[in-house]
């Protein structure tokens, strides 16, 4: 499995950023998908998550600015990034993983996810 990043930059505060992310060597629409984010000094946090069915989870802090889709014929995960501010500045990853393993541990935790991308640095000036 590889999963490779794309869409990050820099923005001004208010402005948007649509993350892209394409898989390789699986069936997409058989796992489990979501974005993380992580700053430098702080831990990983989720940010959204969606299955096989279309369902989709969004942590608090993003929710209403923030929208996860994934293209099942093209293996390819998005994050469209609306209102944003410096506080979400920070690498965004995304991560693939089996329904049991996800849900074992939460949709936004990422011990569940087995299978993650090297990260592509959004920057969101004030």
């Known amino acids: 499995v590889q999963l490779m990043e794309s869409g990050g930059g820099s923005v001004q505060a208010g402005g948007s950023l649509r993350l892209s992310c394409k898989g390789t060597g699986y069936t997409h629409s058989t796992y489990c998908m979501a974005w993380f984010r992580q700053a430098p000094g702080t831990e990983r946090e989720g940010v959204a998550y969606i299955d096989s069915n279309g369902l989709t989870t969004y942590e608090v802090f993003v929710k209403g600015r923030v929208t996860i889709s994934a293209d099942n014929a093209e293996n390819t995960l998005y994050l469209q990034l609306n209102a944003l501010t410096p506080e979400d500045t920070a690498m965004y990853y995304c991560?693939?993983?089996?329904?049991?393993?996800?849900?074992?541990?939460?949709?936004?935790?990422?011990?569940?996810?087995?299978?993650w991308g090297q990260g592509t640095q959004v920057t969101v000036s004030s």
């Open positions: 991560a693939a993983g089996p329904y049991e393993g996800v849900h074992l541990y939460g949709r936004l935790v990422s011990y569940g996810y087995t299978d």
